[in-house]
């Protein structure tokens, strides 16, 4: 028969448990029924009630010294249940090898019947099955050679009952042994996954905590640039120079374009990623409605983009780059036209971001340089080009487009889907 051995630790720790608890209070209830036993002696063998008095007290005694073993932990559980094996079957085996032969079948059935017992209430472990059942057999043999009575009249007179219910209580305790196992096994998976949901409610409550503290950041950030911000267009109201109040415009817009990104971040229920290209066509029209200054001028926005999201780390400066493009074509490439065009097209693959900003205003000079640049603002799409680890050229034919091309980060990259 297969008994299919626990090697989880849980199932060991669960029936062992159970086992311990079974212990206690058979003993318990054993210590008295030891001295009840003395009764029975007494109706059926009067005059071997004295021989077996010591055994008698001596079983209930045992009883209480495994309860005071058990609760203090001085032996392994195994090992109690085994000396309550032992003494229980050298004891009703000496009885039965001394007992009158008149009343061997009364001996035996009470023999059987304890055995029943601890079957059905000790028995949990494979261990204790097989400890128990070469003690029974081994007492059993001793009763057959050493009882004057001959063995056929040994099994005629409850031998032969005893041996059958031994038999069925091994095939009973088997089951029994698969029962507690499947018990164990549930138990264990019920602990199992009450634990999982206990970190479950933990994580979940981590995770919420985060990102409440996530959005205050987004919100602090995003004031605290608003706050320079409407410095900055206070102290410009004071200004005279033209150059001054516009280098301050020009700056204000700068710190604009970031304080969108934190503002949509801690709007939405994402706060990792943000929706670039969503966010691209907004800060394309802000950057139209502040520096178109000729009324007449109509400019239109030819738009190609991906549903594409990016972290905070690579929206920042590429708002930045939109920006500084955006507002140096408004102000500069459509000068004595009616009409204008402006190209936004944004594209991506498991490894790169392919960024175009263009336009058919009237282009940069042919032998146009962006690292010898004087402008502050292409210099600052230089510097965040590199800052992008990213590429970019410049394409000057009716009009002027930039072409940029940089790395997708790992947080990203997990989200896209391709």
């Known amino acids: ?8 630790k849980v199932l060991i720790q669960i029936i062992n448990k159970r086992a311990a608890e079974h212990l206690f209070y058979v003993c318990l209830l054993a210590a008295p029924l030891w001295l009840a036993w003395i009764s029975f002696d007494y109706i059926f063998a009067k005059d071997l009630v004295l021989n077996f008095l010591p055994i008698r007290i001596g079983g209930a005694v045992f009883s209480f010294l495994i309860i005071y073993f058990l609760k203090k932990e001085f032996f392994p559980l195994w090992f109690l249940q085994s000396l309550m094996f032992l003494y229980y079957n050298v004891g009703i085996g000496y009885m039965l090898i001394v007992v009158d032969k008149d009343v061997l079948d009364v001996y035996f059935q009470g023999y059987a019947m304890v055995m029943i017992v601890m079957f059905f209430i000790l028995i949990l472990n494979y261990i204790e099955l097989i400890i128990f ?30 041996l059958t219910i031994l038999l069925v209580m091994i095939a009973i305790g088997v089951l029994r042994y698969k029962g507690v196992l499947r018990d164990a096994s549930l138990t264990a998976r019920i602990n199992e996954a009450e634990e999982i949901q206990e970190l479950n409610i933990s994580l979940e409550t ?3 905590e985060k990102e409440t503290l996530l959005k205050e950041i987004h919100h602090r950030v995003k004031n605290n640039l608003q706050i320079i911000s409407s410095i900055l267009s206070l102290q410009n109201t004071y200004v005279k120079d033209q150059g001054t109040k516009d280098v301050l415009r020009e700056s204000i817009n700068r710190i604009r ?8 971040l801690y709007k939405s229920n994402n706060f990792a990623t943000i929706n670039f290209s969503d966010y691209l066509l907004g800060l394309t029209e802000d ?9 007449n001028l109509k400019l239109e926005v030819i738009s190609d983009l991906s549903d594409l999201k990016l972290d905070i780390r690579q929206a920042i ?10 507002t140096n074509a408004v ?9 204008g065009e402006i190209y936004l097209r944004i594209n991506y693959d498991h490894e790169n971001v392919y960024f175009e900003i263009g336009d058919n205003g009237s282009g940069l000079p042919t032998d146009f340089n962006i690292e010898e640049a004087e402008s502050l603002g292409l210099q600052l799409v230089h510097t965040l080009v590199e800052q992008l680890e990213g590429g970019l050229t410049i394409e000057i034919k009716k009009g002027t487009l930039f072409k940029i091309v940089f790395p997708l980060t790992g947080d990203v990259l997990d989200k896209v889907d391709v």
């Open 257 to 264: 374009s970031m304080s969108v990104i934190h503002e949509t």
């Open 331 to 339: 102000k500069y490439a459509f000068e004595n036209v009616s009409h």
């Open 287 to 295: 950057i139209i409605s502040t520096y178109k200054s000729n009324p």
């Open 206 to 208: 981590s995770v919420k």
């Open 1 to 8: 028969m297969d008994l299919k051995f626990p090697k989880n």
């Open 317 to 326: 400066p590429c708002g930045l780059i939109v920006n500084e493009i955006i």
């Open 133 to 162: 059942t070469v003690m029974a057999a081994l007492t059993f043999m001793a009763i057959v050679i050493f009882n004057p009575a001959d063995t056929v009249f040994i099994f005629g007179h409850g031998g032969y009952v005893f």
